[in-house]
C-alpha cells in the first residue's frame, strides 16, 4: 500500500521548485539559490508545510553523482592539452594558495587542522553554473577572460574530487595530513588504471554493441548503469561516489557517443541536482541566521575581496592583462556549489560542528547572490581600461605594428590571405573564435589571435587604427556585420573588404560600411565560366574584359533577377548562377 505522505512529499517539492525557481531567474538570480530558497521554506525552521529530509537527501546524493560524471564528460584530454597552461597552471595555483591562505586564516581563528583544510578547500571553488550562466548570457565565454575563468573553474571542478576523498580520511583522525593526502592520491591513481583499463576493453565495446541496436531507451539505461555501476565500485573500494563518476565522464569524453550521452542525462542531473539544493536549503536555520547576520556579511565580504585580490595577482604574474586580470578576480571571486556538497559531507563526518557550517553555507549563498552585479561592475571596470590600454588589455601583441591588415576569421578564406600578404611582405594581424585553429596558427609562429572581431575593444587590441586595411572572411552573415559596424565606428576611413556568400549580403553589408564586398559563390561562378572560355578558345583579354564588367557593375548582371537589358553574354552564365 502506498504512502500518501510521500506522495505529498514529493509534489510539495516539486510545486515548490516550479514556482520558485523560474521566479528567481526571470530576476536573473541564479537557479541555485532559488533552489536553496525553495527548500528553505519547506524545511522546519520556516512557517508552512515540513517535508520529510530522509527522501529527498538519499536522492540528492545522485545529483552529485551524476553532476561530477557531466563535468567528466566536458574534460577529455585533448581538451585538457589545448587549455592545459592555464588549467594547470593559474587554475593550480589559484586553488593551491587560495585555499592555503583561507584554510590559515581558519586554522588561526580557531578551527582545527582538519577543519582548516576542508574550509580552505571548499571556499576556494567559485561556482561553475552562476559564472557560465553569466558568460553564456553575455556571450562572453569565447572572450579571452571567459576562456581563462573556464579554465580556472575546470582545474577547481578537478580538486573537488580528491577533496571529496580526502574528507573521510580527515574525519578517522588516526592520519596525519600528509598521509591522508598520500592514500587519497594512491587511491586516486588505482581507481583512474582500473576504470580506463575497464573502459578500452569493456565498456567502450559494449557502447558500440548498444548504439548498433538503435534502441534510445537501452541506451539511456547503459547510461544510467555505467554511471551508477562505476560510482559503487569507487564506494566499494573505499572512495567516494563522486570520484568513480567524474572518472566515468572522463573515460567516455573521446568516445563518438559522448553527445548523445551528455543529452541522455541532462534531465536527471538537473532534477537530481536541484534536489540536491532543496535538500540543502531544508536545513538552512534562517532565524539564527538572522542572528549572525553580520558575522556573515563580514564573512562574505573578506571572501569576495580576499579571492578577488588573489586570483588578480596571479593573472597578473601569468602575464595576463589588467582588464583580463581584474575581470577574472572578480568573476570567479564567490563561493561555489561544490561548497554546498563539502559542508554537508563535513557536518555529517563531525569535521566541522553546525554553527560553522551554517555561517559558510549562509555567506557562499550570498556571494553567489551579489555575482550577477559584481560581473556588471567588472565589465564596466574592464571597458574602461581597454579604452586606454587597448592591445595589453587583451594580450594581443600589435602596440609596434602600423601598416597591416586585420583578418577577421581565419579559416581557408583568411589563411589564403595571409599567405597572400606574405608573399608581399605586408604584415597582417587574424582573429579567430576556433581556439584549436588559434593554437595550431601561433604554434607555427603566426600572428593569429582569439577574439571576437564584431568587438571594439579586441579591434583596437589588434591596432585597427594603425592597419592598412580590414578584410572579414568570417562564416556568419550576421557576424560579419557586426564586424564591418565595428570596424567603421572605430576607423572610419580605413579600407573594408568583406567576403559574402551571394548578392542578398552584399547590399547588407554595404549598408553597413563595407568599402568592397566578394560574393562568393558569385566570384566562383566567374572563374569556372573563364576557365569554360578558354577552353571553348576565346582570347584571354576578352575573357579579362568581361570579367571586369561584371565587377565593375557590381556583379548586378548575375543576380537571379537581372537587369532590363542585360549584355547577351550575361545570359547564359545568370542562368548557370542560378543553378
Known amino acids: 500500500m502506498h504512502d500518501p505522505r510521500l506522495l505529498l512529499d514529493t509534489l510539495s517539492l516539486l510545486l515548490a521548485a516550479i514556482i520558485i525557481v523560474p521566479l528567481f531567474q526571470a530576476l536573473r538570480v541564479p537557479a541555485v539559490l532559488g533552489y536553496l530558497v525553495a527548500g528553505a521554506m519547506l524545511g522546519p525552521h520556516t512557517p508552512g508545510p515540513v517535508v520529510d529530509l530522509a527522501l529527498p537527501q538519499l536522492l540528492s546524493e545522485f545529483g552529485v553523482v551524476f553532476l561530477l560524471f557531466a563535468i567528466g564528460l566536458e574534460l577529455p584530454l585533448s581538451r585538457l592539452q589545448a587549455m592545459r597552461r592555464y588549467i594547470f597552471g593559474l587554475g593550480l595555483m589559484q586553488v593551491f594558495l587560495t585555499s592555503t591562505a583561507i584554510g590559515g586564516v581558519g586554522y588561526a581563528l580557531g578551527l582545527s587542522v582538519e577543519a582548516a583544510v576542508v574550509v580552505g578547500g571548499m571556499l576556494a571553488f567559485s561556482s561553475t553554473a552562476t559564472v557560465l550562466k553569466l558568460l553564456v548570457e553575455r556571450g562572453e565565454t569565447v572572450a579571452r577572460f571567459g576562456r581563462i575563468s573556464v579554465a580556472v573553474l575546470i582545474f577547481q571542478d578537478l ?14 583522525g588516526e592520519t596525519s595530513i600528509p598521509q591522508a593526502l598520500a592514500l587519497a592520491a594512491a587511491k586516486g591513481v588505482a581507481a583512474i588504471v582500473v576504470i580506463m583499463l575497464l573502459g578500452r576493453f569493456v565498456v567502450r565495446p559494449v557502447y558500440q554493441f548498444v548504439a548498433s541496436a538503435r534502441s534510445p531507451e537501452v541506451f539511456t539505461a547503459t547510461n544510467l548503469f555505467v554511471v551508477l555501476a562505476v560510482s559503487w565500485l569507487t564506494a566499494e573500494a573505499g572512495m567516494s561516489m563522486a570520484l568513480g563518476a567524474f572518472l566515468a565522464g572522463m573515460l567516455l569524453a573521446d568516445t563518438a557517443y559522448r553527445h548523445q550521452i551528455e543529452a541522455d542525462i541532462e534531465p536527471f542531473r538537473g532534477l537530481l541536482l536541484g534536489l540536491f539544493f532543496m535538500t ?46 581584474l575581470r577574472v578576480g572578480l568573476l570567479l571571486a564567490q563561493g561555489g556549489e561544490f561548497a554546498f556538497v563539502l559542508i554537508g559531507k563535513a557536518t555529517g563526518l563531525s569535521v566541522l560542528d553546525h554553527d560553522t557550517g551554517l555561517l559558510l553555507s549562509s555567506s557562499v549563498a550570498l556571494s553567489m547572490a551579489v555575482t550577477p552585479l559584481i560581473g556588471v561592475v567588472a565589465q564596466r571596470l574592464a571597458q574602461a581600461i581597454e579604452a586606454r590600454l587597448g592591445a595589453e588589455a587583451f594580450g594581443i601583441e600589435t602596440n609596434d605594428l602600423k601598416g597591416h591588415v586585420v583578418i577577421a576569421g581565419y579559416g581557408r578564406v583568411g589563411r589564403a590571405i595571409a599567405r597572400m600578404l606574405t608573399a608581399h611582405d605586408i604584415p597582417f594581424v587574424a582573429l579567430d573564435l576556433d581556439p584549436q585553429r588559434v593554437a595550431n596558427a601561433r604554434a607555427e609562429g603566426l600572428p593569429v589571435y582569439y577574439g571576437d572581431s564584431s568587438q571594439v575593444g579586441v579591434l583596437r587590441a589588434a591596432g585597427i587604427a594603425r592597419a592598412r586595411a580590414a578584410v572579414i572572411t568570417v562564416n556568419r552573415p550576421e557576424m560579419a556585420e557586426r564586424a564591418v559596424d565595428s570596424i567603421r565606428r572605430t576607423a572610419p576611413r580605413l579600407p573594408i573588404v568583406v567576403r559574402a556568400h551571394d548578392l542578398g549580403q552584399c547590399a547588407t553589408l554595404k549598408d553597413a560600411g563595407a568599402s568592397a564586398v566578394v560574393p562568393e559563390t558569385i566570384e566562383a561562378s566567374l572563374q569556372m565560366a573563364a576557365l569554360v572560355l578558354g577552353s571553348a578558345g576565346v582570347d584571354k583579354d576578352a575573357i579579362a574584359h568581361s570579367l571586369k564588367d561584371f565587377r565593375d557593375g557590381g556583379y548586378e548582371a548575375l543576380a537571379d533577377e537581372p537587369a532590363a537589358n542585360p549584355a547577351p553574354a550575361t545570359t547564359p552564365k545568370d542562368r548557370d548562377s542560378a543553378a
Open 280 to 325: 540543502v536549503g531544508m536545513t538552512l536555520d534562517l532565524p539564527a541566521m538572522w542572528q549572525r547576520a553580520d558575522a556573515i556579511l563580514a564573512l562574505t565580504g573578506a571572501l569576495l575581496v580576499g579571492k578577488t585580490i588573489l586570483l588578480f595577482i596571479l593573472c597578473r604574474l601569468s602575464g595576463l592583462g589588467l582588464a583580463t586580470s
Open 159 to 172: 580538486a573537488v574530487v580528491p577533496l571529496l576523498t580526502l574528507l573521510p580520511l580527515l574525519a578517522g
